[in-house]
């Protein structure tokens, strides 16, 4: 975890002090303060209670999938999404994770877009589109993709992933076709040996799903590491960051 202890301190134990409702998305989403001592960080709070019914998704866990997709990044080492947690807010227990200040008006189209950034992401990109595939990311989104204020790339928005049936639904299609790079097949061959005999991070994850969603997830984990590309749509033109 690449995160300050601060920050993480304060999300964990801080009282939740203000919520401002942001206008997007159907669930309820707040940006939100929360205050511990001196130290007071942005957050975003998504409660349970907020959370719209889905016909696809159990009713009241996509907070729960939001703590799992960040466990997911934090055990492959990849750490592309922000400090989460599960906890009580105002609205009751949801997920509140640690907002990155980030210019709204950049997203993965305006990225993919500028030539000077393709070198400086592309292997991020590589390993967020390796991700989806693990976690069954069913809503990439192109705002999902941010750039905070340090140029680092985050992802954010995981409610709508590890669902038991394969329904990846992404706009990243910069590497169909093309073989998953080493270090990332090398990252999935560790996490398929620990699913064997789950513990810490991966354990907590595992608590967080469904037993036919644990059961799926083991098998994409196989799927991606058989397969060893990024699967594409035949014709679909790529980007190419080379």
């Known amino acids: 975890m ?5 920050a993480t301190e304060v ?3 801080g009282e939740i002090v203000s919520c401002q409702l942001t206008p997007a998305g159907s669930n309820y989403t ?3 303060q929360v205050h511990l001592g001196d130290h007071t960080c942005a957050a975003i709070y998504k409660p349970r ?3 719209a019914p889905l016909w696809d998704f159990p009713s009241g866990t996509l907070y729960k999938r939001e703590y799992a997709a960040y466990l997911l990044s934090e055990v492959l080492g990849w750490n592309f999404i922000p400090f989460t947690i599960i ?3 105002p609205y009751g227990i949801g997920s509140v994770q640690l907002y990155m200040e980030h210019d709204p008006r950049q997203n993965y189209y305006t990225l993919t877009q500028d030539e000077s950034n393709h070198g400086d992401h592309s292997r991020e990109l590589q390993a967020i589109a390796c991700f989806d595939l693990v976690a069954n990311s069913t809503d990439r989104k192109a705002n999902h993709l941010i750039v905070s204020t340090d140029g680092k790339l985050w992802s954010i928005d995981h409610g709508l992933t590890f669902h038991a049936d394969t329904k990846i639904r992404t706009v990243i299609w910069d590497f169909s076709g093309e073989a998953i790079p080493e270090h990332l097949m090398a990252a999935l061959v560790d996490l398929a040996a620990q699913l064997e005999s789950p513990q810490g991070q991966l354990l907590e994850l ?3 799903l469904l037993p036919e969603e644990i059961v799926a997830l083991k098998e994409r984990v196989q799927w991606v590491l058989g397969e060893g590309t990024y699967p594409g749509l035949p014709g679909r033109r790529r980007r190419r960051y080379q």
């Open 2 to 6: 690449n995160v300050d202890p601060v």
């Open 11 to 13: 999300l964990t134990h």
């Open 30 to 32: 707040f940006l939100s």
């Open 49 to 51: 209670d907020g959370e």
């Open 87 to 89: 906890r009580e807010g």
């Open 206 to 208: 595992l608590e967080q």
